[in-house]
């Protein structure tokens, strides 16, 4: 059966989350408009420096800080490429900590859809609320 356009983008997030370099969570991202891909994104290190799957993790207070996450790579892809994400709808596969909310919220995301519901943030969710960005949570199983 054909799966709607939700299912199928976050089918492809979770493909994304395999090339993840940072076992702590395989984390993908896919920042779609008019259905269709703008740009994706997995956590992993900056271009030229070691990935955790190499040299381990560097954690700082319980957070890895190798790491670049998914959904700022995918914004960071856009940016590299001359690509706007105004108007687009973010496909994720894990709910997006605080950071990557703000990072979301200004690149002109109008829309949220994610997975696992990790680590839920409620300031996040306040912001999204208070950007009237839409917040769908879709349950998926890869």
Not at 16 to 27: G, I
Not at 40 to 62: A, I, R
Request: one cysteine or more; a neutral charge; aromatic letters at 8%.
């Amino acid at each position: 059966m054909r799966p709607d356009w939700d299912t199928y983008f976050m089918k492809i997030a979770f493909a994304v989350s395999e090339r993840s370099t940072c076992d702590r969570a395989f984390v993908g991202c896919v920042l779609v408009r008019d259905k269709r891909i703008l740009t994706t994104g997995f956590n992993g290190s900056p271009v030229g420096q070691p990935h955790c799957d190499e040299v381990g993790h560097l954690m700082v207070d319980g957070h890895c800080v190798r790491t670049i996450h998914a959904e700022m790579n995918a914004i960071i892809q856009a940016a590299l490429h001359g690509v706007s994400t105004k108007g687009a709808t973010c496909y994720v596969t894990h709910f997006p900590c605080l950071n990557c909310t703000k990072a979301l919220i200004n690149a002109g995301i109008v829309r949220l859809v994610y997975n696992v519901a990790y680590r839920v943030d409620e300031n996040a969710m306040n912001f999204l609320r208070v950007a009237n960005i839409e917040v769908c949570q879709k349950e998926y199983t890869p």
